[in-house]
């Protein structure tokens, strides 16, 4: 008996031993993760991330992490951080790297010369690293009223387009509250922006539709959405109240959201853009996709 359980014993030890000799490497398991999550998702929304969310988080880590979500980009990223995207097979759907800041914009003649000396520069690396997206910003109004604005920032970034177009990289302008988080910016309505788009009359200037920012400024999102997507190249999304966690601690509910846009044919990205409160922070973004992913 006992020489018989021995025995037994043994052949379970090969057995194991076979089984170890034939096991991935860790490398190997995490691609099939990675893999796995990626084939999960349901491929109708473009999943990226703004990095300025996670800045404790080194882009090399996260950038693992990322992909392993099945995610495809990291966003708000200038050419430095480029190369690091590309190591990792990873877009960047709305790169960064032009300009002086939100509250120095195109609504103001006194920077056209500057702002069109660096998108001049910057364009031309973004087409050739790959992408097709730069983003740029209107400006507070400092008193200056809607329509003078507009004639202004349509008079800036009519310089511009001729670059834009040549490397077919299309500029696009951020609608940002100025209740809240930027007081005094001045495309803080999708009217206005539209409008801005209409004067500009070039394909290479569009608009970056902010949900958590037009909630606080206009609500009626999906709506809004659906009437105005031919003037619509980015998405980022955010939870309110208090741009964190997109799931039902806050008011807006994005399944219904992501299906709207996903329902007008929009092919371009969805860029998470919430501030984690949780400790997780992680955690917080793969529940953010999986509330997206429709």
Known sequence: MATSSRRSA?????????????????????EATEQA??????????????????DKIPLDEFCKSVKAMGMH???????????????????????QGAGLGIEKGFNDPQYHDQLVKSFEEVIPKVAAAGYNTIICFSGNRNGMSDEQGLENAATGL?????????????????????????KDYMCDRTTWGVELCKRVGSDRFRL????????????????????????????HTGGVPGRNEIDNS????????MQAIADTGYKGYVGQEFIPKRDDKLASLKQGVQICDV
Not at 37 to 54: E, M, N, P, Q
Not at 162 to 180: D, G, I, P, R, Y
Not at 208 to 225: C, S
């Open 73 to 95: 980009s990291v966003e708000l990223l200038g050419p430095d951080e480029w190369p690091v995207l590309k190591k990792h097979g990873l877009y960047c759907a709305m790169p």
């Open 158 to 182: 009519k310089r511009l387009m001729s670059t834009a177009e040549k490397h077919k990289v299309t500029m696009v302008m951020e609608l940002l509250n100025s209740k809240v988080n930027h």
């Open 37 to 54: 999550l990626g084939a999960a998702l349901k491929g109708r929304i473009k999943h990226s991330v703004c990095k300025w969310c996670y």
């Open 208 to 235: 970056l539709y902010d949900i958590y920012h037009m909630q606080i400024m206009e609500g009626d999102v999906i709506r809004t959405i659906k009437d105005n997507i031919q003037y619509i190249a980015h998405f």
């Open 10 to 30: 043994l052949k379970k030890m090969a057995g194991t031993a076979a089984v170890f000799t034939t096991f991935p490497s860790l490398a190997q398991r995490m």
């Open 250 to 257: 806050q008011e807006l509910y994005y399944p219904a959201i």
